[in-house]
Structure formats: structure tokens, C-alpha cells
């Protein structure tokens, strides 16, 4: 009974051992959209002529909302917003073109725009009050006003 015992006791033992073990390799790891953010800040995003992309856009806001959207593909979004319009997605257009205007205080250029975006530079993703109007934005563009945004 007793060596029952001690085995219990060694295996209880290696089990928290091993538990400490990772959780301590896992510290460094990504756990919250803060961690998220400030690993991301300063690390670029491979440059590409932008292109427009709806379905990309359909796909970030939904996972993350359009800050996702704009720290992973925002050197799309002018030309994907042109699309937008010229499919004649007009609400959607305006909730993107809104969420530009709100990242973009100081309106610079498009062409700087996409700079910083793609160096993950815009000061404004960071910020907690914009940030909060991007999720108003989000509540919208769940919304669908102009029904599907990609071609079934």
C-alpha cells in the first residue's frame, strides 16, 4: 500500500512539475489583443501593389473587426473601397470609407496611408478611443445593409 502511495505521489509530482514547466515556456506566447498589438507595432507587412480584395475585407472585420482589417490588409483598403462602390456595395462603402477617415485623423495622403499601414505604423490603431469607434463601425457592417458582400 505504501509503494502505492509513493507512486501516486511521484506521478502527482511530475504532473505539476511538467504543468510549470510549460507554463512557464508559454509566458512569451500572445494572449490578449493588447499582447497582439504591441508585437505587431513596428514589423512589417510584405509590400504589394495594393489591390482590392472584398472578400478580404468580409473576412477581417468579421474575425477581428476593422482594426484587424486594417493592421493585416489595410494596404488594400482605398482600392477596395473603389470597388465597393463600383459593385454598388454603397453602405458598406461609407463604413469603410468612415473607418479610413477615423484612422487617418490628419488626412494624409492615400499613397503615406498605405505606407504606414504596411509598416504598421498608424498610431491610431493603438488608440483606445478610436478604437472603440471602429467597433461602432463593426456593429454596422454586421448589419449587411447591402446584403452579401461576395459573389455565391
Same mark, same amino acid.
Given at each position: ?33 493588447? *499582447? ?9 507587412? +510584405? %509590400? #504589394? ?5 472584398? @472578400?478580404?475585407? !468580409? ?44 484612422? *487617418? ?9 498605405? +505606407? %504606414? #499601414? ?5 498610431? @491610431?490603431?493603438? !488608440? ?25
Amino acid at each position: 500500500m505504501k509503494h502505492l502511495i509513493k507512486i501516486q505521489l511521484l506521478f502527482l509530482l511530475l504532473t505539476l512539475s511538467s504543468c510549470a514547466q510549460k507554463n512557464s515556456s508559454e509566458s512569451g506566447k500572445v494572449d490578449t489583443y493588447e *499582447n497582439v498589438k504591441s508585437q505587431l507595432k513596428g514589423t512589417e507587412v +510584405e %509590400k #504589394l501593389n495594393p489591390k482590392a480584395n472584398i @472578400e478580404e475585407l !468580409d473576412m477581417e472585420v468579421n474575425n477581428g473587426g476593422f482594426n484587424q482589417y486594417f493592421i493585416n490588409s489595410g494596404q488594400n483598403c482605398y482600392e477596395t473601397l473603389k470597388a465597393l462602390k463600383k459593385n454598388g456595395k454603397v453602405e458598406t462603402a461609407k463604413l469603410l470609407e468612415s473607418a479610413i477617415n477615423l484612422i *487617418n485623423p490628419n488626412h494624409i495622403s492615400e499613397n503615406d496611408l498605405i +505606407e %504606414k #499601414l504596411r509598416k504598421r505604423e498608424v498610431e @491610431e490603431l493603438y !488608440d483606445d478611443k478610436i478604437d472603440a469607434e471602429l467597433n461602432k463601425l463593426d456593429d454596422e457592417f454586421y448589419k449587411y445593409k447591402d446584403g452579401s458582400l461576395t459573389v455565391e
